[in-house]
C-alpha cells in the first residue's frame, strides 16, 4: 500500500513540474502582445522577425541587412535585451 502512495505522489509531482514548465511557454500576465513586441523589433530595423514566449521573455530570430540574429525581447518594455549575430 506505501508503494502504491509513494507511486502516486510521484506522479502528482511530475505532472506539477511540467505543468509549471510549461507555462514558462506562454505568454504571461501583463506582457506586450507577440504582434506589439515584432513591431518594436522592427522599428529597430530587423526584418523577418519571428517570435515564441521561452523561458519568460520573448525570444526568437529576426534578419538585419541580409544577417541572421538571434533575439531576446523584454516581455513588458519590448527592448531588445539579446541581439546575437548567428554564425
Not at 505522489?9 to 511530475?14: D, H, M, T, V
Not at 502582445?33 to 513591431?39: R, T
Amino acid at each position: 500500500m506505501l508503494k502504491k502512495t509513494y507511486i502516486a505522489a510521484g506522479a502528482i509531482l511530475a505532472l506539477a513540474a511540467s505543468n509549471a514548465a510549461f507555462a514558462h511557454d506562454q505568454p504571461g500576465a501583463g506582457w506586450i502582445s507577440k504582434d506589439a513586441a515584432i513591431a518594436k523589433v522592427k522599428a529597430q530595423g530587423y526584418d523577418a522577425v519571428r517570435l515564441e514566449a521561452d523561458d519568460g521573455r520573448w525570444e526568437g530570430e529576426a534578419t538585419k541587412q541580409g544577417l541572421f540574429y538571434d533575439i531576446h525581447v523584454d516581455p513588458f518594455s519590448g527592448a531588445l535585451t539579446r541581439n546575437e549575430l548567428k554564425k
